[in-house]
């Protein structure tokens, strides 16, 4: 089966201004999560949605972020505006249902300058 | 609160040498407990977790841990250690009970000498 699919992979902004990542999670997969990981530390979460409704937005700095994920398939996530402590890779996950095990895709590394 | 400790930033061991990494977590009610690895550049890729029932269990690539409840320990092993084991591993405890949200420790990268 196919995996979870994230664009860009990379990404580099001047702070203050505004990016948007894609995730395609696998096919079937309700729950989908973003994670932000940090350089040398474990993924935090953002937030998680079960199909398009969201279930856990408590660690997004709201201020700034936003996701949405309308037809309850593909999500994106946006920043705006970005600041340095953004920097960070950027995880989107899937999995067939809560507590069940996550399948993360590859990432989109972002650098703020 | 939920919490994982990996104790073990940075281990670097032997090619052929066995392995143990450590996580020890902190969780109310019984925990699902997951181990991923990372390569540069890459995801995570799940290589074992632990829901209920017996305590050892199997992954893949050749990877176990062990769920010690008295301990608060999920550790783990591998018999022999290959080069292409060389990456950063995750420990992170979940609990199925509410959203399914994982808190992860903050890694630790091995080494492979050969």
């Known amino acids: 089966e196919a995996g979870v699919a994230q664009s860009p992979r990379y990404k580099i902004i001047e702070k203050r201004q505004s990016v948007a990542f894609w995730c395609n999670p696998i096919s079937g997969h309700a729950t989908l999560y973003w994670y932000q990981q940090i350089l040398g530390q474990g993924p935090k979460l953002l937030i998680q949605?079960?199909?398009?409704?969201?279930?856990?937005d408590s660690q997004l700095p709201k201020d700034r972020f936003s996701a949405e994920r309308l037809k309850g398939v593909d999500s994106t996530l946006k920043i705006q505006p970005a600041k340095l402590e953004d920097s960070a890779v950027y995880l989107c996950?899937?999995?067939?249902?809560?507590?069940?095990?996550?399948?993360f895709g590859d990432g989109t590394r972002l650098s703020i300058l | 609160a939920q919490s994982v400790t990996q104790p073990d930033i940075h281990i670097t061991v032997s090619e052929g040498a066995s392995l143990e990494l450590r996580c020890n977590y902190s969780?109310?009610?019984?925990?699902?407990l997951f181990w991923y690895v990372q390569s540069p550049g890459q995801g995570l890729q799940l290589l074992l977790k632990?829901?209920?029932?017996?305590?050892l269990v199997q992954g893949i690539k050749g990877f176990e841990a062990e769920f010690k409840r008295s301990q608060s320990s999920f550790n783990l092993r591998k018999p022999s250690v290959h080069w292409s084991d060389a990456a950063e591993y995750f420990c992170?405890?979940?609990?199925?009970?509410?959203?399914?949200?994982?808190?992860f420790g903050q890694g630790t990268t091995l080494q492979v000498k050969p």
């Open positions: 996950a899937s999995s067939l249902a809560t507590g069940q095990p996550q399948h």
């Open positions: 949605f079960q199909n398009n409704g969201v279930v856990d």
């Open positions: 969780y109310g009610a019984t925990p699902y």
């Open positions: 632990y829901f209920s029932g017996d305590t």
């Open positions: 992170a405890v979940g609990n199925s009970g509410n959203t399914g949200k994982l808190i």
